[in-house]
């Protein structure tokens, strides 16, 4: 279980960083947002290249998803794995359920 950032960096790649919790005071504390959302995805189920709609949180609840990245690299998120989606500008990022049962995540869009 983990806490991390994607993010679009100053080469218009998306990249993935782990986030500290202790080190992220803010994240301790309420953050405005827009509402929470459920998605399911059946396995094998993929999206190719895309930037994020909007800067969101994305939650794993069941499953387990792989993150592609412009560099070749494959990042897997399961239950409890909580992801700040941010790279809503470059080329994206590809997603691929690759549990054998469904992905179930929660999608809380931020409003600031």
Request: glycine content about 14%; hydrophobic content about 30%.
């Amino acid at each position: 279980m983990g806490i991390y950032r994607l993010y679009t960096g100053n080469d218009g790649q998306s990249h993935i960083e782990s986030v500290d919790l202790g080190g992220q005071p803010e994240l301790k504390s309420l953050r405005p947002t827009t509402g929470i959302m459920f998605q399911e995805s059946p396995p094998g189920n993929f999206i190719d290249w895309h930037p994020a709609p909007r800067r969101q949180y994305v939650i794993s609840l069941s499953g387990e998803l792989e993150i592609g990245l412009g560099d070749g690299s494959l990042h897997r998120f399961g239950a409890g794995d909580a992801r700040l989606v941010e790279d809503t500008t470059g080329q994206g990022h590809t997603t691929r359920v690759v549990s054998s049962g469904p992905s179930i995540t929660a999608v809380v869009p931020l409003a600031d």
